[in-house]
């Protein structure tokens, strides 16, 4: 069993979609047995809070069904967890900054790390935008989420 937790600023908008997606993809695919997913944010903003509504939207016109409570990233994710997938390069570099003794890098990756579109990019923000930047978000999500399980099937 690999345990990924997928990780943004705010855990309502880009990582709790990622987290639904990897969800369904490995439903779909028939190997939900292998993998256990959750999202977290490393900010406090929204502790607590179900996804933004524009998050919902986008993902129930997508076929994807939601069903998290925003919690912040915590150290000791850093042992439960295989995979640690941040959204974007601050993110990450936020992460990395509470691995002070530095045993977990091994374990850090960018999402994009695994969009064969454009590696190593950031997964936009969408919270200041409008709903097209939601539907893009979801676009390199399905892709990059979807590579990521294709990647580490036994
Ligand atoms: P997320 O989006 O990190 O993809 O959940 C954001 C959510 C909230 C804020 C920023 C980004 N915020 O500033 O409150």
Known sequence: ?????????????????????????ANEKGVSDQFYFDSCGTSRYHIGEQPDDRTLKNAANNGIKLDHQARQFE????????????????????????DQAKQFGDKLYLMRDFDPNNPGADVPDPYFGGEQGFQNVYDILERSVNNFIETELI
């Open 75 to 98: 150290k000791k994710d850093f042992r439960d967890f295989d995979y640690i997938l941040a959204m974007d390069a601050a993110n990450l570099s936020n992460i990395k900054i509470l």
């Open 1 to 25: 069993m690999k345990k990924v937790l997928f990780v943004c600023l705010g855990n309502i908008c880009r990582s709790p979609l990622a987290e639904g997606l990897a969800k369904h993809l």
